[in-house]
């Protein structure tokens, strides 16, 4: 019982921050799951999870999404993917640049998560400082923007970060960057998905005893709920506010890269 209640209270508070952001659900999920389980179970437990939240929240926000906006930047960003994901299987073999423990859990810094947590960590402080507010991309710079965070995404895993960084300063409204953000992810994930190769993801949920079936359901339940309380607040918040969390977000996963925690 207490494994529902720990998974449900996380997915719904972590879904409905992840409307506003654009991220963060799978990055602070997994670890819910890895309390009770072991930790692939874990991983494809919350890939289960993420992946019907973000088509619920295509549904809820999606025709709020600038298409011109989605165009430019996700299918340069779904191209980039699929190389990202390739050049991660010619670089899965480089060791690792430290490795060191916090009780009985090992942590390991790679030289990628030092590059991609530096560049989420520089995007955290263009939200945050005041003077840098109003600095905007000009919307010629969407399809460098969508190729850099689908590339980062097909080799790392982490695209929502810098996705969320740059379609944040692209001048759109804040119902536009969100729905734009939960379309691009779509288009970008399936990409990722033709290259990680289907046969991946049925391996790790045929790994999924039939006993915590019941607790994923209920932790979809709970991050739809957490999505729909989320587009429900849409309209009370402004557009800064969602910059600060976008920023306070992106400095937490940055900071959590580059010290191997994530």
Known sequence: MLSYVIICIVAIIVSALTLFSGFGLGTLLMPAFALFFPLPIAIAATAVVHLANNIFKAILVGKKADWHAVLRFALPGAAAAILG?????????????????????????????LVIGFLIIV??????IPRMEKLSFDRKYLPLGGAISGFFGGLSG??????????IKAGLDKDAFIGTGTVSAVIVDIARLLVYGVSFYTLKFTAIPKDTYGLIAAAIIAAFAGSFIGARLVKKVTLRAIQIIVGIMLLLVGIGMISGLI
Request: charged content about 15%; cysteine-free; proline content about 2%.
């Open 158 to 167: 982490i695209q929502g970060a810098l996705r969320s960084a740059f379609l």
């Open 85 to 113: 994901a390739w050049i991660l299987t010619l670089v899965s073999g480089i060791p690792t640049l430290f490795i060191y423990s916090i009780g009985s859990s090992k942590y390991e810094i790679d030289i990628i998560k």
């Open 123 to 128: 995007f955290a402080f263009l939200d945050l």
